[in-house]
T-cell receptor
Framework: GDSVTQMEGPVTLSEEAFLTINCTYT??????LFWYVQYPGEGLQLLLK?????DKGSNKGFEATYRKETTSFHLEKGSVQVSDSAVYFCALSDNTNAGKSTFGDGTTLTVKP | GAVVSQHPSRVICKSGTSVKIECRSL??????MFWYRQFPKQSLMLMATSNEGSKATYEQGVEKDKFLINHASLTLSTLTVTSAHPEDSSFYIC?????????????FGQGTRLTVV
């Protein structure tokens, strides 16, 4: 079945540091890939997405590129802020299976001033 | 963008009672909605897929008689936790897809924090 493997956390960075959260996936079809962010006590917010190979999703300074050859969708940001502290989930949606989403375990990011 | 509203956001109930959680797509029709459960500091686990006008499809290990799902219209799905017990305390999140097929995304509700005392 489909699966998503995320870099284990927690990750602690200083403000303005470079962020990378690794994500790899296994899927039988041609999935769409997503990064979601969850702030404490809240639901999920879509951060960015990519729907086909070589697409780059970007939003709020975050970006991730759909790499089919390495089955990866790593999240990056050049300069993190304290307000970026949250839990980040990598997910895929298998477009051939009625749209179920499969999530990674989540990576907790803490940015210190 | 598409908005999914989940209600209530927080609920505390006594052990043995039932709790209903609503998931509404506010500005689009959703033939399929999904219900997830999230334990503290863990990922989201799919509980069931809710299809409008038909029975929900439950994931392995999810008790269908305990977690009743109804998808009576294209904009509303409900999850009822029956005879709730403290171990049912969790964060429940729904999502809805705007259309079925390639290049679509699921829009998530705000989640419901259920505490059973």
């Amino acid at each position: 079945g489909d699966s998503v493997t995320q870099m284990e956390g927690p990750v602690t960075l200083s403000e303005e540091a470079f962020l990378t959260i690794n994500c790899t996936y296994t899927a039988t079809g041609y999935p769409s890939l997503f990064w979601y962010v969850q702030y404490p006590g809240e639901g999920l917010q879509l951060l960015l997405k990519a729907t086909k190979a070589d697409d780059k999703g970007s939003n709020k300074g975050f970006e991730a590129t759909y790499r089919k050859e390495t089955t990866s969708f790593h999240l990056e940001k050049g300069s993190v802020q304290v307000s970026d502290s949250a839990v980040y989930f990598c997910a895929l949606s298998d477009n051939t299976n009625a749209g179920k989403s499969t999530f990674g375990d989540g990576t907790t990011l803490t940015v210190k001033p | 963008g598409a908005v999914v509203s989940q209600h209530p956001s927080r609920v505390i109930c006594k052990s043995g009672t039932s709790v209903k959680i609503e998931c509404r797509s506010l500005d689009f029709q959703a033939t399929t909605m999904f219900w997830y459960r999230q334990f503290p500091k863990q990922s989201l686990m799919l509980m069931a897929t809710s299809n409008e006008g038909s029975k929900a499809t439950y994931e392995q290990g999810v008790e269908k008689d305990k977690f009743l799902i109804n998808h009576a219209s294209l904009t509303l799905s409900t999850l009822t936790v029956t005879s709730a017990h403290p171990e049912d305390s969790s964060f429940y999140i729904c999502s809805a897809r705007a259309s079925w097929g390639a290049n679509t995304e699921a829009f998530f509700g705000q989640g419901t924090r259920l505490t059973v005392v």
